[in-house]
């Protein structure tokens, strides 16, 4: 089974990244997680492009339907998550990457809940099917992905939040 993170960041030191970084410690065996290329190489969605017409986009879309499912991490500015995951699933609808793909939603701040529903909601608009994901309290922390796996009571929600996740793709396949 191959899982594909997601970062909604863009920032070099982002808790997000940070936070699939570990998480790719964290799968069971016969499962791959990688972290998809940075959403800052995606062109702004143009309904009139076709996406293969870019390199990127057309990247993005094979990696999306070609993972079983999606693991997101995003920050939450203003009440939202960032233009550029809103830009990079934006590129997906007029594909069949993301048809019924479950997707899980790895939260690095306890205060970051209304970008989340949004997300959620967004994602099930476009036939996306959510798995419960889980936070993990890294805001304020500075923890690199070693120390986030070091500390076990992180390591240990993770890892629980992933083998759920992958139990639920197995399940819908």
Same mark, same amino acid.
Request: charged fraction near 20%; proline fraction near 6%.
């Given at each position: 089974?191959?899982?594909?993170?997601i @970062?909604?960041?863009?920032? %070099?030191?982002?808790?997000?990244?940070? +936070?699939?970084? /570990?998480?790719?410690?964290? =799968?069971?065996?016969?499962?791959?997680?990688?972290?998809?290329?940075?959403?800052?190489?995606?062109?702004?969605?143009?309904?009139?492009?076709?996406?293969?017409?870019?390199?990127?986009v057309?990247?993005?879309?094979?990696?999306?339907?070609?993972?079983?499912?999606l693991?997101? @991490?995003?920050?939450?500015? %203003?009440?939202?998550?960032?233009?550029? +995951?809103?830009? /990079?699933?934006?590129?997906? =609808?007029?594909?069949?990457?993301?048809?019924?793909?479950?997707?899980?939603?790895?939260?690095?701040?306890?205060?970051?809940?209304?970008?989340?529903?949004?997300?959620?909601?967004?994602?099930?608009?476009?036939?996306?099917?959510?798995?419960?994901?889980?936070?993990?309290?890294?805001?304020?922390?500075?923890?690199?992905?070693?120390?986030?796996?070091?500390?076990?009571?992180?390591?240990?929600?993770?890892?629980s939040?992933?083998e759920?996740f992958?139990?639920?793709?197995?399940?819908?396949?």
């Amino acid at each position: 089974m191959h899982l594909l993170g997601i @970062s909604g960041s863009l920032r %070099a030191a982002s808790t997000n990244t940070r +936070l699939l970084t /570990a998480a790719v410690q964290c =799968v069971p065996a016969g499962t791959t997680l990688t972290i998809a290329t940075p959403l800052r190489d995606l062109p702004p969605f143009d309904p009139d492009e076709a996406p293969d017409a870019h390199p990127a986009v057309a990247r993005w879309v094979r990696d999306v339907r070609e993972a079983d499912g999606l693991v997101v @991490s995003t920050p939450e500015y %203003a009440r939202g998550y960032p233009g550029s +995951l809103k830009n /990079a699933f934006d590129w997906l =609808v007029g594909t069949d990457a993301f048809v019924r793909k479950p997707f899980m939603l790895l939260n690095a701040s306890a205060r970051s809940t209304v970008a989340h529903e949004t997300l959620t909601t967004v994602l099930e608009t476009m036939s996306g099917v959510h798995v419960a994901g889980a936070t993990i309290p890294l805001l304020g922390t500075g923890l690199d992905a070693s120390a986030i796996l070091a500390n076990e009571e992180f390591a240990a929600r993770i890892r629980s939040a992933i083998e759920r996740f992958v139990d639920a793709v197995r399940e819908a396949a």
